[in-house]
């Protein structure tokens, strides 16, 4: 990602959805374990149903809400390391309305270009 994308902000706004997102994973498959369920599925539905609240979203206060949202449910009320490191820069991003379609943008190609470690290391292993 940081050799493809070189706008600090996006960066930071990326490295934080991406380590939600890996967050958000990480309890989907504790629910797969303990209910029985099918982990893809619940990551497929999972996906989707954000996908579709990002593109709903009409304002920056709005987008502003869901992803603070994303992201302190994703933590349980934790903190996440890419907001603690760039704090500033995102708060600065994220609370400017003019970046609204920037940071929808940002956050669903953050969505479709996730990729654990594990299917990197797979995917790299292949090759």
Known sequence: ???AIKDADDQAIIRTFHEAWSLTMGALGERARR???DFPRLVEV????MRNAILRTKTAEALVGW?????ADATKGGSLGALREDGLRIRK???NARNF????N???FALVSYTSEVR???????K
Do not use: S, V, W
């Open 1 to 3: 990602m940081n050799e």
């Open 35 to 37: 209910d029985g369920l």
């Open 46 to 49: 999972e996906r989707e149903r």
């Open 67 to 71: 992803f603070l949202r994303f992201c």
């Open 93 to 95: 991003f994220i609370f």
């Open 101 to 104: 379609d920037r940071f929808q």
């Open 106 to 108: 940002l956050c669903l």
């Open 120 to 126: 990197k290391t797979t995917a790299q292993g292949e």
